[in-house]
């Protein structure tokens, strides 16, 4: 059984995989994802008659989005495979939605500021860096973003699976912003 | 009874810190990440950079622990994690990880105020016998409380204003000395006399505390006093500073005729402090009790130290505890 997490954005998405297929999903819209997301990882693996044990694998989205959802999804997903010494894998959501295109794309992730932008190609490899772009800059881009907010699960852990598992102690989210302090 | 064994996490501001405690006094394993060093180069503590780095270390501090008391999580009779006050960025990473294993374990999960925490330090090497004054000083707080048993506390005064470590550290930057403050103003102060006149924080009859008004007095000084004598200002600002806790404190001693004083928070490390406190519980009669360094300073022993009346009294948290940043103890 597969585990995945995704708290990068608004919304808080869990689902269970089996053979790479979903067997079930679930969802909360808010910005809490630190009071909501332990209590429904309880309740999916409730519903299901599953426990921790039954699961082999976490697939997590490192982000970009939210620093702080994000970090919720990657402390919970390295804890997880820590203590029960399981495989994690992570994976950006801007690769995630490349995922649904065949041909080269760049991918945006909208906050109120601004984007963050993937270029990938048709192996859905990242070309240049994760870029963020403020909105005054990105009325300035030229290229085509696709804002797409839908990804495919099985798809994810479909590409992710000839990969090799992430050394827990060194999975990081992804935050592509830098820290704005004076030094 | 079984022993019980807390694992204790926190980080609620710039250390890592996990701990397991047995039986709320003895302090199998403590394992702690400082980022001093990295704040260091800011002036301060930078929230978002101390959210990434606990973020990035949380699981090695947890492998770390675990070793170092030869122990595993199954061994483990709850999970305490400090949930306030703190950075809430920061205060979530630990929280998080707590839950988790709450969840894998199906252990007990245990909310702890950090601030409770520090008072708590104090009954690592000693025990606490109540009632009890309790000052409590660091970067984000100054308070006086009068505790009468676990977990009972009535508060008789706090800052206004600044907390007491909070104008440690921004006098440490006007004098030009680095992060933490508190530390290098000591050292520079024992070179120097008290010849500066500042101002007396709260001149009135309540167990209040303010330090804004000291830290302005500061300010105008560094920038207007031409031949400024920095030793000689940061001697001088010590003793008021400490001089207006001393002053609370007496008070209290005279007025409660409690017999106990516990001194919890970062700034109980200050030298001075624990002289002044010394001289003032000898006079009174009064048993004084300051941790150790290494329970003085941000730790999770202490947070363990404190989970253990909440797990006898089984008052657990559930899964939705979050992070808050206000941490009101009374």
Redesign the interface.
Known sequence: MTLYIDTHYTNLVLALLNDGKLIDQRLIESN?H??????L??KLLNDNNLT?DNIKEIIVIIGPGS??GV??G???A???????NIPVKGISYLQAVSLNYSENVIIGLKDKNGAFIGEFNPNHELINDYLYLSNIALKDYKKAIIYDSAVNIPKIASFLKDLPPIN??EL??L?VKR?E??? | MNDVYILAIESSCDETSMAIVKNGKEVISLSTTTQIKVHA??GGV?P??A??MH??V???V??STLKEANMK?EDISAIAVTYTPGL??SL??G???A???S???NKPLIGVNHLIGHVYANNIDNTLKYPLLALIVSGGHTELLIMEDDYKFTKLGETLDDAIGECYDKVARLLDLKYPGGPNIEKLAQKGKPTYKLPVPVNDNSYNFSYSGLKSAIINLTHHEKNLNKADLARSFEETAIGELTRKVKKALKETNIKRLVIAGGVSANQYLKKEMTKLCQEYNAELLIPKMLYSTDNAAMIGAAAYPLYLKKEFS??????SSNGDIC
């Open positions: 809490k630190s009071e909501n997301t332990i209590p990882l309880n921790i620093f702080t970090r919720i990657v402390v919970i390295k804890t997880i495979g820590y203590a029960k827990i102690h990081k989210p935050y820290i302090a004076e030094k | 180069e800011y930078v978002e950079i959210s990434r973020t990035e949380i699981t090695l947890l492998d999580m809430t960025g979530i990473v929280i998080e990880c839950k988790t294993l969840l894998i374990y559930d899964y939705t505890l979050n992070a």
